[in-house]
Nanobody, 123 residues
């Protein structure tokens, strides 16, 4: 399977962006999926994860109430709606497919990664 993330860009603080991640090659409808991000000079960090059916969603504390994770199994895609963006959200955002049906915070559970999409939030 290949993952293609898109939707990043430059936005002012307080603005919104919607990231998409499309899978090709095979279905990921039975995989937990996640979003991670990596800011310059920092370690990659967990953002959110969604279970195979969307019934279980995890968020890191810093994005709770601002970001919303969703998926469309028919389209073989996941989405990340990001509202009230802050400069500290600036990073390359990666989507990933888990080896498990439930998403998790541990990057080691993810076996396939997309190429990343840049999100830049100006103050």
């Amino acid at each position: 399977v290949q993952l293609q993330a898109s939707g990043g860009g430059l936005v002012q603080a307080g603005g919104s962006l919607r990231l998409s991640c499309s899978a090709s090659g095979r279905t990921v409808s039975n995989n937990g999926m996640g979003w991670f991000r990596q800011a310059p000079g920092k370690e990659r960090e967990f953002v959110t994860a969604i279970s195979w059916n969307g019934g279980s969603i995890l968020y890191t504390d810093s994005v709770k109430g601002r970001f919303t994770s969703s998926r469309d199994r028919a389209k073989n895609a996941i989405y990340l709606q990001m509202n009230s963006l802050k400069p500290e959200d600036t990073a390359v955002y990666y989507c990933a497919a888990s080896r498990y049906a439930l998403g998790s915070r541990d990057s080691r559970d993810y076996v396939t990664w997309g190429q990343g999409t840049q999100v830049t939030v100006s103050s």
